[in-house]
């Protein structure tokens, strides 16, 4: 299966492009390399990153990006796992 895990952190106020330079560097760190790996910023100091794995099951134990330290973000960090469909 192939499992999509998915990292969104807001950064505080014109603190962006380090937490951009933060999550692009934890990317690169993780624990082993995933399929593919996406980094995306967005208004208001938004940060994304997507990594692409092979799994057994949705829930399987995956490497994630950890929490940036709390002041460089606004609030906890959000994260989700999708399941590709098609």
Not at 24 to 36: S, V
Not at 58 to 84: N, S, Y
Request: aromatic residues 8%.
């Amino acid at each position: 299966m192939r499992v999509t895990l998915m990292w969104e952190a807001r950064a505080v106020q014109d603190r962006g492009p380090e937490l951009l330079e933060w999550a692009r560097a934890r990317a690169r760190e993780l624990a082993r390399e995933p399929l593919r790996r996406e980094v995306f910023r967005a208004p208001q100091d938004r940060v994304l990153v997507l990594t692409w794995w092979d799994a057994e099951e949705l829930g399987a134990e995956l490497p994630e990006l950890p929490e940036p330290d709390a002041g460089l973000i606004t609030r906890p960090v959000h994260r989700w796992r999708f399941e590709a469909v098609e």
